[in-house]
């Protein structure tokens, strides 16, 4: 096999076979589809790119957000507020000179005395209540029966002391002290 | 058309058909498709089944690895044609490693029945010989140039080269061909 025409013989090209539409067709087919294919998946990826950008600008929001201060207390538990009202509260300031007395406020009706009275742990206060109690149920009323109760339990708190006849005494004041004198005075006497 | 002008044609297609153009693949494939099965049917002797299947590998692999063309490094026939130059070999390879299958197709009535066999090693010569060799044999029994025309081709490059010396790469070939043609008969 030294001799050229004998590849010319062997190199040749065949004649051209018949056209085979099918095959030719069938096989332009199947390399549309393997690009199709090809194109949907790069459209899917990039579609996968965009979403995972989003969603990773969504995480990196929702980490960076800004958060609210936790609350100090309990929320379920109310919240007390002290406020502070300035009152203006009357104080007595002793001075060497003159001594102010305390300025009380009194009642204004033998009842409300007479409460008070009841009320004040005292003996003095009270008796100097049931007193007031007395004077208000004599003067203002002439509630003979009432007075003479409020004076005798104002004698009684006062003590020994009370006994004393003073200046301001009513008259059925005065004759409850003559009273109480002369009964003490008796049950003495009697005693000895 | 010029080089440079052929690879920006060839890249603005290619970009096309990877952008989902179907109209620029269609009419791309067209283009290429007789030379390419001229091609392969030479490349596989003659053997139509042999010829059916590298085609349709060639065109799958064309396909899957369109983004990795550079028009820049040749032209798409070109390029085509190396995926062919393998897909011969790797079929070659299958055909012979299967037991089973026969090594000859089966012959025509009234053709010689060793027709096939040669075909057979006429392709088996033609994958084993180097790529310039086996180039020139190409622009001379397929492409039908004469001696002048293949040297004016390799002229356009840099070495350029004379007909004497196509002639000269011609003579090595074909005793390359007919070594490898033997060898595989034995």
Not at chain 1, 178 to 183: T, W
Not at chain 2, 89 to 99: D, F, Q
Request: hydrophobic share 45%; proline share 8%; with cysteine.
């Amino acid at each position: 096999m030294t001799d050229p025409d004998d590849l010319e013989s062997l190199l040749a090209p065949r004649p051209t076979p018949e056209p085979r539409p099918g095959f030719d067709a069938a096989l332009f087919a199947q390399t549309e589809r393997a690009l199709a294919r090809r194109w949907h998946l790069r459209r899917a990826s990039r579609a996968a790119v965009v979403a995972g950008v989003f969603a990773v600008g969504g995480l990196l929001g929702w980490g960076l957000r800004p958060v609210p201060p936790a609350p100090d207390s309990d929320p379920a538990e109310p919240r007390v507020e002290v406020v502070i009202v300035p009152v203006v509260v009357p104080v007595s300031v002793p001075t060497e000179s003159a001594p102010v007395a305390v300025v009380t406020a009194e009642p204004t009706t033998a009842a409300a005395a007479e409460l008070l009275a009841e009320q004040a742990d005292d003996p003095a206060r009270a008796a100097r209540l049931y007193r007031i109690a007395g004077d208000r149920f004599l003067l203002d009323a002439q509630d003979f029966r009432n007075s003479r109760r409020c004076y005798r339990l104002s004698l009684a708190r006062a003590g020994d002391g009370g006994l004393r006849p003073a200046a301001d005494d009513s008259w059925l004041l005065a004759d409850l002290k003559v009273s109480l004198l002369k009964e003490r005075h008796d049950a003495t006497k009697n005693d000895g | 058309m010029s080089d440079g002008g052929r690879a920006w044609r060839e890249r603005a297609v290619r970009d096309a058909v990877l952008a989902g153009d179907a109209a620029a693949w269609r009419g791309w494939y067209d283009d290429h498709a007789p030379a390419l099965a001229a091609y392969v049917r030479w490349r596989c002797g003659g053997l139509p089944d042999l010829a059916d299947d590298v085609l349709q590998e060639t065109w799958l692999v064309a396909v899957r690895r369109l983004r990795a063309f550079d028009p820049a490094a040749g032209p798409f026939a070109a390029w085509l044609a190396g995926i062919a130059a393998n897909a011969v070999r790797n079929a070659l390879r299958s055909r012979r490693r299967k037991p089973t299958r026969p090594l000859t197709d089966a012959p025509e009535p009234g053709s010689d029945p060793t027709a096939g066999a040669t075909a057979e090693r006429v392709a088996a010569a033609l994958a084993a010989l180097p790529a310039h060799y086996e180039a020139v044999l190409r622009a001379k029994y397929l492409d039908r140039r004469t001696v002048d025309e293949i040297a004016a081709e390799q002229g356009v490059s840099p070495q350029g080269v004379s007909p004497k010396g196509i002639e000269s790469l011609l003579g090595r070939a074909r005793q390359a061909f007919r070594e490898a043609f033997e060898a595989d008969h034995d």
